[in-house]
Each structure stands twice: as structure tokens, then as C-alpha cells.
């Protein structure tokens, strides 16, 4: 049978690929999460200079494990150990507690790189490309309507302000003894960026935040320096609504950041399916993985 000449031909593609990149993905993901104690439940999260300390507590309390620099035996004062979640990572003997916690925490990443999925935070936040969007989109027009003040109206003579001033010896026209007293009303100056109620929020600023939480984008948001303290607590505001993390970072030119509230192993799965590297992030496989993949 002969095709007509604009008869629809669906396009065929070819899905096998991805679907055994995600085979492989979540074979990986199973069998670094089958390993025995807490080798397989942590995901090490960290800058390239960080010390390790924080980096091996960060891991643990996003577990809920604790961690813990310890003299397991009273006879040998000497003798510390790290643990995490009372399982021992390493030992070692030192003279203080204090070298015991440096040396100890710098041993134990270098050991769980091996066994543990490590995700390298490649940038800082002044180094992030800000979004292309101006503090001028806070900014609203006031009404500068004002109206004259006319002290014979009966409105005004009627008012019991009005009544208590004449009492006072006030026959009308401008307060002060040469009458220069002003007869405008004063006026209402209205603060749209600020979120009071029925207040209306930057439409740009609020469909940005939106489309950002709805992406698939694990990279975080870097708002201009230049945005006032206001203005700020505006995107504050709008990112809690949005269940996104915000973050302010400096003291004179206040840099703002915005990201996703991913737990290390969402961040895991998310950085797998974007060929384990953003612009902020880069996934390392445990480094015995990586072995066996050499062999």
C-alpha cells in the first residue's frame, strides 16, 4: 500500500542505551550500598582543601551516625580510635587528643574514598556565574498623588481635630505663626518590595525560583551582589516557599545563593543520570570501583 505524501510516520528511537546506563547505575549504586556496617550508608561530600574533620561529620549526621575520637582501652592511654556509629574506622597512637582528631580524620576519608561515593564541591560561592537579572525588577511605582488641603470644607470644620485646634485659637490655613505650615495632605509611600500583607512579590523573581525548583537542575542559583538587604529578604522568603535552601555569604557586598534541598545520595542518583558532573559537582566512584574497572 502506498503512503500518502503527508501521512504522519512516528520516529523511531532507540531507548537501550539509557536503559542500561541506568542498569549499570543502579547495579553500582546496590552493590557500594550492600557492603556491611557503615561503608555503604555514607556519601562523602566536600571541597578539594576542606579539612577532613568536618567533611567525615557532615557525612555522619546526614546519616544520622555519630562520630567520635575515643581511648577504647584505659590501659593504653595512647591508643585512640575514630569511630563512626561505634563501628571503628581507624586507630592509631598519639599524644594528644587533639593531634589523635587531625590525623586520625585525615586517615579515615583517605580509607572511606575507597569504599564510599565522594561528591567534590568544585566551586565556591563567589565563583558561581550570578543569574542575568537586575535589582531593578524590585523596584514598583508609588503614587505621588496628593491632594490639597482645604480648611473650609465641611468635612474639615466638622472633624473633632478640626475643633480642638480652633479651641487652640486655629482660625484654618497652614500651622506656625507665619502660616507656612504645609496645607497638602501627607502622603503614603508604598514599599511593594517588601512582603507586608496583600503586598504583590517580583513576578520575574518568583517564576525564576519556580522553574528552578521544578527543573531537574542540581547546580545552585547566584543572585548579584548588589541586591539591597531588603531585596534579599525578599528571595529568602520566596526560596523557603519553594522548599529551596538560600544562603547569604560576605559581609560589605553580600553574595546570595539559592539551591535544591538534596540529601547525598539524591545528589548521587542526580549526578549519575548527568554523566557523574556539573559545573558545580563531580562524582568520584569509590576508588576500589574504579580499580576493578582497571584490572
Not at 235 to 247: E, R, V
Amino acid at each position: 500500500m502506498q503512503k500518502r505524501k503527508n501521512q504522519f510516520v512516528p520516529i523511531k528511537r532507540n531507548f537501550a542505551p539509557n536503559v542500561k546506563r541506568f542498569k549499570v547505575e543502579n547495579e553500582l549504586i546496590a552493590k557500594v550500598q550492600s557492603q556491611s556496617g557503615i561503608r555503604g550508608k555514607l556519601v562523602l561530600v566536600y571541597r578539594e582543601n576542606d579539612h577532613p574533620y568536618p567533611v567525615l561529620l557532615a557525612a555522619t549526621e546526614a546519616q544520622g551516625f555519630s562520630l567520635t575520637i575515643t581511648v577504647p582501652d584505659k590501659q593504653a592511654p595512647n591508643i585512640y580510635e575514630l569511630q563512626i556509629n561505634n563501628e571503628m574506622v581507624v586507630r592509631g597512637q598519639f599524644e594528644t587528643h587533639s593531634m589523635a582528631k587531625d590525623e586520625l580524620s585525615r586517615l579515615a576519608l583517605k580509607n572511606l574514598q575507597h569504599t564510599c561515593f565522594s561528591i567534590i564541591r568544585k566551586q565556591y560561592a563567589n565563583q558561581l556565574e550570578t543569574v542575568k537579572i537586575s535589582p531593578d525588577v524590585f523596584e514598583t511605582p508609588t503614587s505621588s498623588k496628593t491632594e490639597e488641603f482645604d480648611s473650609n470644607s465641611e468635612t474639615v470644620k466638622s472633624s473633632i481635630g478640626a475643633r480642638m485646634m480652633k479651641l487652640m485659637g486655629w482660625s484654618g490655613g497652614g500651622l506656625g505663626r507665619q502660616e507656612e505650615g504645609d496645607k497638602n495632605i501627607i502622603k503614603a509611600v508604598g514599599q511593594n518590595h517588601r512582603l507586608g500583607l496583600g503586598q504583590a512579590t517580583p513576578v520575574e523573581i518568583e517564576a525564576l525560583l519556580k522553574e528552578y525548583a521544578e527543573s531537574d537542575d542540581i547546580d545552585s542559583l547566584a543572585f548579584p551582589a548588589q541586591f539591597t538587604k531588603e531585596q534579599r529578604a525578599l528571595i529568602h522568603t520566596l526560596s523557603n516557599k519553594y522548599n529551596l535552601k538560600s544562603q547569604s555569604y560576605g559581609k560589605k557586598d553580600r553574595l546570595l545563593t539559592v539551591r535544591k534541598k538534596l540529601k547525598p545520595w539524591q545528589l548521587v542518583h542526580h549526578l549519575l543520570e548527568k554523566s557523574r558532573e556539573t559545573v558545580e559537582y563531580k562524582l568520584i566512584l569509590p576508588l576500589d570501583e574504579e580499580d576493578d574497572k582497571g584490572k
